[in-house]
Nanobody, 121 residues
Framework: QVQLVESGGGLVQAGGSLRLSCAASGGTFSSYNMGWFRQAPGKERGFVAVISRGLSTFYSGSVKGRFTISRDNAKNTVYLQMNSLNPEDPAVYYC???????????????WGQGTQVTVSS
């Protein structure tokens, strides 16, 4: 059983940056593909980015070029560096662990509790 805890959310001005962290425990972190998802009020949870066990990455079109996903297996942590935040980015951001390098929520087995990101204009 893997436990995931996100941190780093908060309020930022449009155009600003935040770095989210997700600390894992209770499993072999390096064996999982790690994803970031987000959910805004009234919307479904959607894919943001994924990083594989081998450090391959993939991004949604709406964040590509602005967000960067990375991982530190020694610290059992995955990160999401978010730059040039805009009014479409506010949401609760979740990290997830799974066995597939995928964008669908159903392919991830473990989820964190989420961290809120708010962008002021």
């Amino acid at each position: 059983q893997v436990q995931l805890v996100e941190s780093g959310g908060g309020l930022v001005q449009a155009g600003g940056s935040l770095r989210l962290s997700c600390a894992a425990s209770g499993g072999t972190f390096s064996s999982y593909n790690m994803g970031w998802f987000r959910q805004a009020p009234g919307k479904e949870r959607g894919f943001v980015a994924v990083i594989s066990r081998g450090l391959s990455t993939f991004y949604s079109g709406s964040v590509k070029g602005r967000f960067t996903i990375s991982r530190d297996n020694a610290k059992n942590t995955v990160y999401l560096q978010m730059n040039s935040l805009n009014p479409e980015d506010p949401a609760v951001y979740y990290c997830a662990a799974g066995s597939a390098f995928a964008t669908e929520t159903r392919t991830y087995n473990y989820w964190g509790q989420g961290t809120q990101v708010t962008v002021s204009s």
